[in-house]
Every structure is written in structure tokens, then in C-alpha cells.
């Protein structure tokens, strides 16, 4: 019973998201750090410099992470047998082709169910 509570309330908070998700595109990498350069330029009142070093760093570690993700996927794919990575193939196409069609399911279920009123955001 405790379980179809919950699933019914993690089912209606993703809901409520998604459709305020959907009636504005997300917004990309860049525009998170800008908004978050932002907020920290007026709560800790930076400077221009600051700022401009601030976006450099960001950079800097974005490139990192990349380069990183690449690492681990080229060291990876080198542990496994070529059966084993023609499988691992199989199953991330499957995985993306399961997601998509969740997400195609759940933007038909909440274009059905479209609530009252403006998003929130």
C-alpha cells in the first residue's frame, strides 16, 4: 500500500516537472553557468575580473571532465572481448530506444493531461 503511495506521488512530482519542462526548452550548459555566474556576482558581489576567471574555470573543467569520460570509456572498451562490446552496443541502443519511448509516452500522457494555469519554473 506504502509503495502505490509513493509511486503515485514520485509519479505526480515528475509529472508537474516534466510539464513545466516541457512549455519552455531546457536550458543548455551555458546558460546554467551564466545564470549561476550570475547569482554568484550578486550575492558575493564579483568583480568583472572575477567573473571573466570565474567562466575560465568553468571551461577548464569542463574540458577536463570531457577528457576524462573519454579515458574511462576508451579503458573500458579495452577490458571487454569484441563480443562483449558489440553486446554493450546492443544494450545502450536498447536503453535509448526504451528512454525514447518513455519520453514520447510521457509527453503524450501530459499533453492529455495538461494542468490549469502557467507552468512553474
Do not use: C, N
Request: aromatic content about 8%; cysteine-free; hydrophobic content about 30%.
Amino acid at each position: 500500500m506504502y509503495r502505490l503511495l509513493w509511486l503515485g506521488a514520485f509519479v505526480s512530482v515528475l509529472a508537474v516537472s516534466l510539464s513545466a519542462q516541457q512549455a519552455q526548452p531546457p536550458d543548455s550548459p551555458k546558460q546554467k553557468r551564466e545564470r549561476w555566474i550570475e547569482r554568484l556576482q550578486k550575492e558575493l558581489q564579483l568583480s568583472p575580473q572575477q567573473q571573466e576567471q570565474l567562466r575560465a574555470l568553468f571551461r577548464e573543467h569542463q574540458q577536463r571532465l570531457q577528457q576524462e569520460r573519454q579515458r574511462f570509456r576508451e579503458q573500458f572498451s579495452q577490458l571487454l572481448t569484441p563480443e562483449q562490446q558489440e553486446k554493450l552496443k546492443q544494450l545502450l541502443k536498447e536503453r535509448r530506444e526504451r528512454l525514447q519511448h518513455f519520453r514520447k509516452q510521457l509527453r503524450q500522457w501530459l499533453e492529455d493531461t495538461e494542468p490549469e494555469g502557467p507552468p512553474y519554473r
